[in-house]
């Protein structure tokens, strides 16, 4: 967005501060939160096939966004070096039925609590979610928006303060300020055009109802727009002093793991998974193989490992070491997962070499180019495991219910892309399995189990 807009949004805002002034200044034993895929909820798309095209429209907006980021150095590392003993969960859910491919979870806002249903995003460094009186543009949301005037507890966050200061790292756009009424205007912007404008703003977080956190640091949106489907907003989960890691971190240490349920439950699957905050989550460690975290000069709030190897049962793929060397992220904000294109083909290769004696190839579908005509089950049976190694020794071992989507009924496909200079590890990769983010000391755990 323009900076003529973005200076027009935030004179919007500082006139509606001063109109509205009285009600925007109205002002650990284990915790384990559900979390949930957008397919448990109704779906607005009417067919799987439309679902997925959207939701592969926002992925590749996405990845084009990680491409610009890394190509300028625009974010700040201010991680937390702190532990503490205890541990906070959340329920995670699957979040295609509110038009997205992502996760969320239910987090607890104000005095007295009312509760909003946030996508989980270890891309983004800055939570926010969409606030009354709406005062540009509200998006249609799940949940009746967030009245600060009613909450006893809220209040904005002054321009002067230090955490208006740790904006322009959180959402790589510098803040304004509302000179009626000293508070701070963010702006959270995305790959995809999408936006949040609004105020910074602190209040009472509520993960379960005997533990919060009393001074929880957010935007509160005026304006929001784009491709957020009928969330209420997003959770910050990257590696920055705004996220809502860092806040949590004092009370419940530097780290956090998850369980995403599968996309599309089945009578054997899980139909949600867990977000756990603390230390406590990456117990008993013994069950994880970890890999180290990467520092990125360009992007140092998203979480960088480093890819090794790939095998295709059990067969390591014949591409040189050097085509395994390109930045990789693991993220829970983008769905298939990218790999270096002539990792990619030649993967693609094997794959279609042992599948083929069996169900013949389909025309490939949106991003997906390796297509089959056969059912997700059908072809699971056959279908060769991959294995994706990283540094260390720790790894992903992918069954059909990772690798394999059925895009259209009887078509179904090989769940990744190539990509010409990123790789990135996406959250239907990631499903079922427990991932780890040992924040504090720089490294990422993988274990198996699925989600109990």
Same mark, same amino acid.
């Given at each position: 967005?323009?900076?003529?807009?973005?200076?027009?949004?935030?004179?919007?805002?500082?006139?509606?501060?001063?109109l509205?002034?009285?009600g925007?200044?109205?002002k650990?034993?284990?915790?384990?939160?559900?979390?949930?895929?957008?397919?448990?909820?109704?779906?607005?798309?009417?067919?799987?096939s439309?679902?997925f095209?959207?939701?592969?429209?926002?992925?590749?907006?996405r990845?084009?966004?990680?491409?610009?980021?890394?190509?300028?150095?625009?974010d700040?590392?201010?991680?937390?070096?702190?532990?503490g003993?205890k541990?906070?969960?959340?329920p995670?859910? %699957?979040?295609? +039925?509110? /038009?997205?491919?992502?996760?969320? =979870?239910?987090?607890?806002?104000? *005095?007295? !609590?009312?509760?909003?249903?946030?996508?989980?995003?270890?891309?983004?460094?800055?939570?926010?979610?969409?606030?009354?009186?709406?005062?540009?543009?509200?998006?249609?949301?799940?949940?009746?928006?967030f009245?600060?005037?009613?909450?006893?507890?809220?209040?904005?966050?002054?321009?002067?303060?230090?955490?208006?200061?740790?904006?322009k790292?959180?959402?790589?756009?510098?803040?304004?300020?509302?000179?009626?009424?000293?508070?701070?205007?963010?702006?959270?912007s995305?790959?995809? %055009?999408?936006f +949040?404008l /609004?105020?910074?703003?602190?209040? =009472?977080?509520?993960?379960t109802? *005997?533990? !919060?956190?009393?001074?929880?640091?957010?935007?509160?949106?005026?304006?929001?727009?784009?491709?957020?489907?009928?969330?209420?907003?997003?959770?910050?989960?990257?590696?920055?002093?705004?996220?809502?890691?860092?806040?949590?971190?004092?009370?419940?240490?530097n780290?956090?793991?998850?369980?995403?349920?599968?996309?599309?439950?089945?009578?054997?699957?899980?139909?949600?998974?867990?977000?756990?905050?603390?230390?406590?989550?990456?117990?008993?460690?013994?069950s994880?193989?970890?890999t180290?975290?990467?520092?990125?000069?360009?992007?140092?709030?998203?979480?960088?490992?480093?890819?090794? *190897?790939? !095998?295709v049962a059990?067969?390591?793929?014949?591409?040189?070491?050097?085509?395994?060397?390109?930045?990789?992220?693991?993220?829970?904000?983008t769905?298939?997962?990218?790999?270096?294109?002539?990792?990619?083909?030649?993967?693609?290769?094997?794959?279609?070499?042992?599948?083929?004696?069996?169900?013949?190839?389909a025309?490939?579908?949106?991003?997906?180019?390796?297509?089959?005509?056969g059912?997700l089950?059908?072809?699971?049976?056959?279908?060769?495991?991959?294995?994706?190694?990283?540094?260390?020794?720790?790894?992903?071992?992918?069954?059909?219910?990772?690798?394999?989507?059925e895009?259209?009924?009887?078509?179904?496909?090989?769940?990744?892309?190539?990509s010409?200079?990123?790789?990135?590890?996406?959250?239907y990769?990631?499903q079922?399995?427990?991932?780890?983010?040992?924040v504090?000391?720089s490294?990422?755990?993988?274990?198996?189990?699925?989600?109990?």
């Amino acid at each position: 967005m323009s900076l003529f807009w973005f200076l027009f949004f935030s004179a919007h805002l500082a006139i509606a501060s001063s109109l509205k002034d009285s009600g925007l200044k109205h002002k650990q034993p284990d915790m384990q939160l559900k979390l949930y895929h957008m397919t448990s909820l109704k779906s607005p798309p009417n067919s799987t096939s439309l679902l997925f095209a959207y939701m592969f429209a926002k992925d590749e907006e996405r990845i084009r966004y990680f491409h610009s980021r890394l190509a300028k150095n625009s974010d700040a590392n201010a991680s937390s070096k702190k532990v503490g003993p205890k541990l906070a969960g959340i329920p995670l859910k %699957s979040g295609l +039925s509110m /038009g997205s491919g992502n996760y969320y =979870v239910k987090m607890g806002l104000g *005095s007295p !609590t009312k509760y909003y249903t946030m996508i989980v995003d270890t891309g983004s460094s800055f939570s926010w979610l969409q606030c009354q009186p709406c005062t540009i543009y509200c998006h249609i949301q799940e949940d009746p928006v967030f009245n600060p005037s009613a909450s006893k507890t809220y209040k904005t966050v002054p321009c002067s303060s230090s955490q208006c200061s740790s904006l322009k790292s959180a959402t790589l756009n510098e803040p304004t300020c509302s000179k009626q009424s000293n508070a701070c205007v963010y702006k959270a912007s995305y790959g995809d %055009s999408s936006f +949040s404008l /609004g105020y910074l703003s602190q209040d =009472v977080l509520t993960l379960t109802p *005997s533990q !919060t956190l009393s001074s929880f640091v957010y935007g509160c949106g005026q304006d929001n727009q784009g491709l957020f489907g009928r969330t209420d907003g997003i959770i910050g989960l990257a590696n920055n002093e705004l996220s809502m890691l860092s806040q949590l971190s004092g009370k419940y240490g530097n780290a956090f793991s998850y369980c995403l349920p599968t996309s599309f439950s089945t009578p054997n699957s899980p139909k949600e998974g867990f977000l756990s905050i603390g230390t406590s989550s990456l117990t008993p460690s013994s069950s994880y193989k970890f890999t180290p975290l990467l520092k990125n000069p360009n992007n140092p709030s998203l979480y960088f490992i480093d890819l090794e *190897s790939i !095998t295709v049962a059990g067969r390591p793929l014949g591409v040189a070491a050097s085509s395994y060397k390109v930045p990789t992220i693991i993220d829970s904000g983008t769905v298939i997962t990218r790999l270096p294109t002539p990792v990619y083909t030649t993967l693609k290769n094997a794959y279609v070499t042992i599948l083929s004696k069996k169900y013949q190839q389909a025309p490939g579908i949106s991003l997906l180019d390796t297509c089959f005509k056969g059912s997700l089950a059908g072809i699971s049976e056959v279908a060769p495991d991959i294995r994706i190694i990283f540094k260390g020794g720790a790894d992903l071992q992918l069954k059909g219910h990772n690798s394999l989507v059925e895009l259209e009924t009887g078509i179904t496909c090989l769940a990744m892309a190539g990509s010409s200079s990123i790789a990135i590890i996406g959250n239907y990769q990631q499903q079922t399995v427990k991932v780890a983010y040992d924040v504090g000391n720089s490294r990422v755990g993988f274990a198996p189990g699925g989600c109990q």
